[in-house]
């Protein structure tokens, strides 16, 4: 075992001591020494309940004949961040997570790891990290929150909120009805009840075989989970046993597997981003965004889940969710792949129980599908060379094609005060630039603007482009991700008010309908701001990050 590097042999009572001075036993030392990386906070409610998983995680780590060893990792809450500068650190934290791990992990030699984590960035920081170090390594969520109380036709969630606030500025709704709501949309803690970034990177993590069958989706507070975190503890000793790394389990058939699932599900634009980083840290050689674009056109949209319906994701775990996806999409996927369960994919999926019966509002057939195209794509043309990420899945047939009129902001500060003020009117393209990886720094997520314009009603006569993101529940006609983003000198630089831009999400196109002439001259003349933070991890992260479409890696 690699622990015995430091704890086995007459020349290592060094450290036996140092186990033996918070009073681990000779027979806890002699056993198998499996990490537990807790990301609980009491500020972060997908982290919320993890101290209780550890625990459960604990117990099932020694019943499998392993000695557990907690550490924490750091967290942070992409709602908490939404609209203002925390937004700037949520992206640049997946890095610190990760390498947190790792050297967790690589100084204590630990032989195994059980990763635990629900939200935005520290799902992918996660799998990134047991890419890298290629031990036994089995992911965990902590579960997601429950749906809150009815509002605008559905169950509230923390979205609500926002889109309330533009309701409120026209007249659609009252500040009795939001103050309410403050206390009635997010009823437990978890990951947030709609299917974001954070259930989406969960819903990855197991298309990729990296959790155990059926651990996606099961809300927080169901006593599912703590089954779930009582075997992931048992079966991660097993792997070390066997030798079942986490390189066996994160391979190039299990990563194109993922991708068939994001694009069935609708996932968030972000699981593109985050999928490149995953394959890069694992040293896996493909084009994450070229499979993208390719099966977006072949594998169809079967799972329909808030922002794109009414349903939420415990009404997606109670249709079957991801056994019931990957098992309708199963003549497209690799099946024997292996997943940390110590089997493939083929032998969870036939003795998976479905303990309640399928939803076909919700899950459909490949033969049935909602749409024969999938819901995630990867756009091109003028204004993003280098491609830009959307989410037809999320935007209404009414304006899958839209052509308007661009009213530009350098900051989404500038974009939201114009929003909720009324200068962004219909026929509008909100262009907001300087937020890409180096330029904002941190790619924030656009999503604060695009909920203001729905409340406005706005969300069908307007657009919205960025070289920011967008958080999974976002809907309206938008494209994020452009790159080269405008700190770098692409073409969204140098955008005008009033310029006419055209977006169709059927032929993945965003064109500045300028003259190539006009555009080349602008370029020229355009010169790069100055980074925005000398001191501190942003100005390190501003200097360091790659592209969006490279997966907004750190790399020299």
Not at 103 to 128: E, F, T
Not at 203 to 208: F, P, R, T, V
Not at 275 to 302: H, W
Not at 515 to 544: F, N, V
Request: proline share 3%; hydrophobic share 40%; glycine share 10%.
């Amino acid at each position: 075992m690699r622990s015995d590097e430091f704890l086995q042999g007459s020349t290592n009572s060094l450290g036996r001591s140092l186990m033996k001075s918070m009073g681990y036993t000779n027979d806890e030392i002699s056993k198998p020494k499996i990490g537990i990386a807790n990301s609980f906070s009491t500020i972060v409610p997908g982290s919320y309940n993890l101290r209780e998983i550890a625990e459960k995680v604990t117990n099932g780590i020694y019943a499998g004949g392993g000695t557990a060893i907690e550490f924490g990792t750091i967290g942070a809450c992409d709602g908490i961040g939404q609209g203002n500068e925390g937004m700037k650190y949520i992206l640049p934290s997946r890095e610190i997570i990760a390498n947190s791990v790792e050297i967790m992990v690589q100084a204590h030699r630990l032989d195994g790891i059980v990763l635990l984590g629900s939200c935005d960035k520290i799902v992918p920081a996660m799998l990134m990290a047991a890419a890298r170090l290629k031990i036994p390594a089995i992911f965990l969520g902590g579960g997601a929150m429950l749906g809150g109380a009815i509002f605008d036709n559905r169950k509230s969630d923390v979205n609500s909120n926002v889109e309330g606030l533009g309701m409120l500025t026209v007249g659609k709704t009252t500040q009795k009805e939001l103050d309410i709501l403050e206390e009635t949309c997010c009823p437990t803690c978890g990951s947030c009840s709609f299917l974001g970034t954070a259930n989406s990177m969960n819903c990855i993590a197991e298309a990729l075989g990296m959790s155990l069958t059926g651990a996606a989706l099961v809300p927080a507070v169901h006593n599912d989970r703590r089954r779930l975190a009582y075997d992931s503890g048992k079966i991660i000793v097993e792997l070390v046993k066997k030798g079942i790394s986490a390189d066996k389990v994160i391979t190039k058939e299990s990563i194109l597997n993922a991708i068939k699932v994001c694009i069935a599900i609708g996932g968030s634009t972000n699981v593109v981003m985050h999928l490149i980083a995953i394959a890069y840290e694992a040293g896996i050689d493909l084009d994450v965004l070229s499979e993208f674009d390719k099966l977006s056109r072949e594998i169809p949209f079967i799972a329909k889940v808030n922002p794109a319906s009414k349903y939420n994701i415990e009404d997606f775990w109670m249709a079957g969710g991801i056994p019931r996806v990957m098992t309708n999409l199963k003549k497209v996927l690799d099946t024997n792949v292996m997943t940390v369960r110590g089997k493939t994919l083929q032998e969870n999926l036939d003795s998976y129980l479905y303990k309640y019966p399928n939803n076909d509002e919700v899950i459909k057939t490949m033969e049935n599908p909602f749409s024969s195209s999938g819901a995630v794509a990867v756009m091109r043309g003028n204004l993003c060379p280098d491609t830009g990420i959307s989410k037809p899945g999320a935007i209404s047939k009414e304006v899958q094609y839209f052509k308007g009129k661009a009213i530009v902001f350098d900051c989404e500060e500038d974009a939201n005060k114009a929003i909720l003020s009324g200068k962004v009117q219909s026929g509008h393209v909100v262009v907001i630039r300087y937020e890409g990886p180096k330029g904002g720094p941190g790619m924030r997520e656009m999503y604060t603007a695009l909920k203001y314009l729905y409340g406005k009603g706005l969300q069908t006569s307007t657009a919205l482009i960025t070289d920011g993101r967008f958080s999974g529940t976002n809907n309206g006609c938008f494209v994020g991700h452009i790159s080269p983003e405008a700190q770098e000198g692409g073409p969204i630089a140098i955008v005008r008010d009033g310029d006419e831009i055209e977006i169709d999400i059927e032929k993945r196109q965003v064109n500045l309908l300028v003259s190539k002439e006009e555009i080349d001259k602008r370029l020229k003349e355009w010169k790069a701001p100055a980074l925005k933070y000398t001191k501190g991890y942003l100005s390190i992260y501003s200097k360091l990050a790659r592209s969006g479409s490279e997966g907004a890696i750190l790399k020299v």
